[in-house]
Nanobody, 121 residues
Framework: QVQLVESGGGLVQAGGSLRLSCVASGSGIERNVWAWYRQFPGNGRELLADIVRSGRTEYYIDSVKGRFTISRDNAKNAVYLQMDSLKPEDTAVYYC??????????????WGQGIQVTVSS
């Protein structure tokens, strides 16, 4: 059973930085794509960025381009989100996800528990 555990959230002033971490326990996810999402109250989750095994980042949502950086450490089964120049509108619950799709079929799909990020003005 794979579990994802997030850390690094909290309260920060506007313009500050936070680094989120997400570490997976278990095995069998070496091929997985890692991603970070966030969720605002009353809304669904939005994809922020994702990264494949090679380290190539395939997507950043426009609102975080140039401010957030996703990275992964395959040896540690971990993904990170470096968040710089934070804004109050970045306040949300952040989730990591590890998934693998083969020929259009979702083979594995794991989510972290979610972690609160609050940016004060």
């Amino acid at each position: 059973q794979v579990q994802l555990v997030e850390s690094g959230g909290g309260l920060v002033q506007a313009g500050g930085s936070l680094r989120l971490s997400c570490v997976a326990s278990g095995s069998g996810i070496e091929r997985n794509v890692w991603a970070w999402y966030r969720q605002f109250p009353g809304n669904g989750r939005e994809l922020l960025a994702d990264i494949v095994r090679s380290g190539r980042t395939e997507y950043y949502i426009d609102s975080v381009k140039g401010r957030f950086t996703i990275s992964r450490d395959n040896a540690k089964n971990a993904v990170y989100l470096q968040m710089d120049s934070l804004k109050p509108e970045d306040t949300a619950v952040y989730y990591c996800r590890s998934s693998y799709t083969h020929r259009g079929s979702l083979q594995s799909n794991y989510w972290g528990q979610g972690i609160q990020v609050t940016v004060s003005s």
